[in-house]
């Protein structure tokens, strides 16, 4: 996995994959979609890690001394108690509060169609088709073989597709 840890109170950016389970299992050696969805879980562990996180801590260290107000010294280098702390403030600013008006009035107009999804994320909205895509494609390719084994996520009965 990658690093999530902190040390003298200091985030530890630890960039690469040693620890990380894509390539751990063969391919040979469980279900495709397992292999995928494991691999797909690291890769987004890596991205909270390698670029979420370090984001987060800057954030903290331009605000560490509210953040480590109350901590105690044996839990400052408790990336939960100290995230958590930083919560408690970020949860009091307009960013969030404003955040959490915003959604209410998304949702409203998600409900009543009056928002064009197309415009929200467009890039992971391509790669997340892109990957349904292929996997539906391959699994088709081999239906000859696996014929009613194959499962997805959205089949409403066993068998079907």
């Known amino acids: 996995m990658s690093n999530l840890n902190k040390w003298t109170t200091q985030h530890i950016v630890k960039k690469g994959n040693g620890d990380g389970l894509c390539g751990a299992y063969p391919d040979w050696g469980m279900h495709p979609s397992w292999i995928a969805g494991v691999e797909g879980l690291d890769a987004y562990n890596r991205w909270v890690c390698e670029v979420v996180i370090p984001i987060v801590f800057q954030w903290i260290e331009e605000h560490k001394t509210e953040v480590y107000q109350g901590i105690p010294d044996d839990l400052k280098d408790d990336v939960g108690v ?46 997340a088709k892109k990957v349904r895509e292929g996997t539906e494609k391959v699994f088709d390719e081999k239906r000859n073989v696996l014929k009613d084994t194959i499962r997805r996520a959205d089949d409403s009965s066993s068998g079907s597709s």
């Open 82 to 127: 100290v995230i958590a702390s930083a919560f408690e403030i970020v949860k009091k600013l307009s960013s969030y509060t404003n955040g959490l008006k915003k959604a209410e009035e998304f949702e409203e107009a998600r409900e009543n169609e009056e928002v064009d999804l197309k415009t929200i994320n467009p890039v992971w909205t391509d790669i």
